[in-house]
């Protein structure tokens, strides 16, 4: 198997003796909780706030630790092998920290079509991430591959953290973007 | 009202004659203009809510009989009469009351896709309106709608939407003083291209892992939370708004018989002129790729064109003809499915086509059904390794032999979906295959499309 394919899955399942690394935060703001409780109750089943209630806990802890899935068990009271099962199922809940940039690069086939293959290396060059789980030395930046984002008729695109995409993505707007995280325009992770 | 940044949109909408009775635009009104989502506008611009109101005049079963004369099918993928579905929800009799639920599937993750995206976008309350349409139809009381994870700024924008219809009664209690009550709540995905599947989308809404279930029982007897449930695509219920305001009988004028309406066509790949274009059931693909989307960027010959979304079967140029309905595409092999038009052009590697679609159902498959988890890996391997010079050409007998012990052997439709671009690019580029293996690498070096494949 050639090694590409490593790049674009989960983190999960972990390879014998590893360890999901930790999170500086350890507990749910009483913000947070009160947020997750009210949510819980809006759904017929309590169960149903383990989705919303782990995108709280990943822009609390900066990413889906093994803590981050304990205190989501916790609020909720639910099964902590529940919340577990559904952190490690979804993509977009991050199980290693990331940069203050996470840079989402779309490689499905109408972006692939359009250069996204180079785009993902120019990305990866310019911001000297090799691969997924990486953050750059100074915090900025991390990179992954992602499927689809739906915005393939303004492909190549890219999504930095969860705002609105950036789209027909070449090297000048390429540029661009990274200035405009520097410089501060763009949102930050977990803000 | 968002934090987000704001952004014009560069995407195509309009066209000569677009907006004319023969080009009706009845899903893209105002698209491309950011301030267009508000109630504001859509009331006074684009005939907001005029459906909704004629609906609530009529009973419950007269708006399904509506939707049934409209001959509108699904425009999610399958294309099953929206209609017909909405009356298989079950109705209270003396002594069984049901709480029925309404979801909308707007996990809108099938590649070439991208039409929902801006109907939440440009006409947020067209969507709130169908889905209160649909609520009544079918005296739901609540509606979901699941919305991709990425989607985030979507989602703030249809979250403000429904706060302006709340204020102005039409959602909440006694909506326009019609004594039905309907709500409705945004629901966040993280990331997975099953939770589209509508079974696995009802996992995923309840807090689950998303894999699909055993059907039956099918989500009109037993959906989410264990309740009736209806599932629909975002375009199939909001374009209940227009169906209930100009009446069925005249919706299903636009059209074939068979095929009626108009839909949202994503076109992407190798053209001029990528992104939407709102069009009649019927039309010629090479109407749609050539004159509209103005072909090729360099004038290239077209390859090959995927006409509905990577899952749909790829088709080479005596199909370019195809009118863009159902029924057609699928006498020809392939299917409608999600309205994503991907143009290849000629200077293309087929086998990384193949590649880098199979990659990605490899990488969706939920795990649980064993031919799907394993035969789109193996499929995926070999064709690495075809495309990386090493393949051997016993390797093309055992990927056309795959396929049918994948397709309709499992839970869902997604090892399917895997099958219709594996077998019709195997079966109709059998040639550039054969040639990988006997000259022991790619014959396009410069065609990229599957990261590090070199
Ligand atoms: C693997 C898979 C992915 C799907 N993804 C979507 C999707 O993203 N959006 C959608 O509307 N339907 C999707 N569908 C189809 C849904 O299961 C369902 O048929 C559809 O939402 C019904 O809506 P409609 O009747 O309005 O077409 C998918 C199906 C499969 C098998
Ligand atoms: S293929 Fe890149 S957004 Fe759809």
């Known amino acids: 198997m050639n090694s590409s394919s490593s790049s674009t899955r989960s983190a999960l399942p972990l390879a014998p003796g590893e360890r999901l690394p930790v999170s500086k935060v350890l507990t749910l703001s009483p913000e947070a909780l009160k947020e997750i409780d009210q949510l819980a109750d809006k759904f017929p089943d309590r169960l149903a706030a383990t989705l919303p209630a782990l995108h709280i806990a990943q822009r609390e802890f900066g990413f889906v630790s093994l803590e981050a899935m304990k205190a989501v068990a916790k609020a909720l009271d639910i099964p902590e092998g529940h919340v577990y099962g559904v952190a490690s199922f979804y993509s977009m809940y991050q199980k290693h920290p990331v940069g203050s940039f996470h840079i989402q690069v779309c490689t499905n086939i109408s972006c692939a079509l359009n250069g996204a293959v180079a785009l993902l290396d120019l990305v990866k060059k310019k911001t000297g991430i090799s691969q997924r789980g990486e953050v750059s030395s100074d915090g900025l930046w991390s990179v992954e591959e992602v499927e689809c984002l739906a915005s393939c008729g303004s492909g190549p695109c890219l999504q930095v953290n969860h705002d609105i995409y950036d789209e027909f993505v070449n090297e000048a707007e390429l540029d661009r973007v990274l200035e405009a995280c520097r410089s501060g325009q763009y949102r930050e992770w977990a803000k | ?454």
């Open chain 2, 1 to 454: 009202m968002t934090s987000y940044r704001q952004k014009k949109d560069p995407q195509s909408y309009s066209f000569e004659g677009f907006g004319t009775p023969a080009f009706p635009n009845l899903m893209l009104r105002g698209a491309g203009n950011l301030d267009n989502w508000r109630l504001a506008i859509y009331q006074k611009e684009h005939e907001g809510y005029l459906g909704l109101k004629r609906a609530l005049s009529m009973e419950p079963s007269q708006v399904i009989d509506e939707m049934k004369a409209s001959g509108i099918r699904g425009r999610g993928g399958a294309g099953f009469p929206a209609g017909l579905k909405w009356s298989f929800m079950p109705k209270d009799t003396a002594d069984k009351k049901y709480t029925r639920y309404l979801v909308c599937n707007a996990d809108e993750g099938e590649p070439g896709t991208f039409k929902d995206r801006s109907i939440m976008e440009y006409n947020p309350h067209q969507l709130i309106e169908g889905m209160i349409i649909a609520g009544f139809a079918m005296q739901c009381h609540m509606g979901f709608i699941y919305v991709r994870g990425e989607f985030l700024w979507l989602i703030e924008k249809l979250e403000a939407a429904i706060e302006e219809a709340k204020k102005e009664n039409l959602l909440g209690q006694n909506i326009l003083g019609s004594g039905f009550n309907f709500d409705l709540i945004v629901y966040r995905g993280a990331g997975a291209y099953i939770c589209g599947e509508e079974t696995a989308l009802l996992n995923s809404l309840e807090g689950r892992r998303g894999e699909p279930r055993i059907k039956p029982p099918f989500p009109a007897s037993k959906g989410a939370f264990g309740q009736p449930t209806t599932i629909n695509n975002v375009e199939t219920l909001a374009a209940a708004a227009p169906i209930l305001r100009m009446g069925g009988a005249e919706y299903a004028k636009i059209g074939t018989p068979k095929n009626t309406g108009t839909r949202i066509f994503c076109v992407s790949g190798h053209v001029q002129r990528p992104g939407l274009y709102e069009l009649p059931l019927g039309v010629p693909l090479i109407t749609l790729v050539k004159d509209l989307a103005g072909g090729t960027p360099n004038g290239k010959k077209i390859k090959a064109i995927i006409p509905g979304g990577a899952s749909s079967a790829v088709f080479t140029e005596s199909d370019f003809d195809c009118p863009l309905d159902f029924d057609t595409i699928r006498d020809r092999g392939s299917m409608a499915g999600s309205g994503g038009i991907i143009v290849i052009d000629e200077d293309t590697c087929m086998v990384q086509v193949c590649l880098r679609l199979i990659r990605f159902y490899a990488h969706e498959s939920c795990g649980q059904c064993t031919p799907c988890r394993e035969g789109c890996n193996w499929m995926e391997m070999i064709l690495t390794r075809i495309e990386n010079g090493e393949g051997r050409l016993e390797d093309l007998e055992t990927l056309k032999s795959m396929t049918p012990r994948i397709a309709g052997k499992t839970l869902c439709a997604l090892g399917d979906a895997a099958c219709g671009p594996m077998d019709s690019i195997l079966g109709k580029f059998r040639d550039e295959f054969i040639h990988h293996i006997e000259h022991k690498k790619c014959p396009k070096p410069s065609c990229q499309l599957v990261t590090y494949s070199h």
